[in-house]
Nanobody, 127 residues
Framework: QVQLVESGGGLVQAGGSLRLSCAAS????????MGWFRQAAGKEREFVAA????????YYADSVKGRFTISRDNANNTVYLQIDSLKPEDTAVYYC????????????????????WGQGTQVTVSS
């Protein structure tokens, strides 16, 4: 069983930056795609970004391209999400997730692709 713990959320002004971290424990996730999702109040959870096991392939939701950067440190079983140029519409709880299928060759972007989730970290952007 893997445990994911997010950190780094907070209250920032529009235009600011945050770096979210996701620490995994329980088993290594070096063969798994890791993803970030977010859920705003009253809305469904949505895909934000993901990074393949090697770290060389990343992909993003159109709404965050150019502002968000996902990265991973397999040696420390940690995934990061650098968020720049924050907008009020980025306000949400951000969740880290691990792909349920190691070594997946296709892109994992749907909720069903991910089997382990963290508890989430709140990001609030003031205008």
């Amino acid at each position: 069983q893997v445990q994911l713990v997010e950190s780094g959320g907070g209250l920032v002004q529009a235009g600011g930056s945050l770096r979210l971290s996701c620490a995994a424990s329980g088993r290594t996730l070096s063969s798994h795609t890791m993803g970030w999702f977010r859920q705003a109040a009253g809305k469904e959870r949505e895909f934000v970004a993901a990074i393949r096991w090697s770290g060389r392939s990343t992909y993003y939701a159109d709404s965050v391209k150019g502002r968000f950067t996902i990265s991973r440190d397999n040696a420390n079983n940690t995934v990061y999400l650098q968020i720049d140029s924050l907008k009020p519409e980025d306000t949400a709880v951000y969740y880290c997730a691990a792909d349920r299928r190691p070594g997946r060759l296709t892109y994992a972007t749907s909720l069903a692709d991910f089997g382990s989730w963290g508890q989430g970290t709140q990001v609030t952007v003031s205008s």
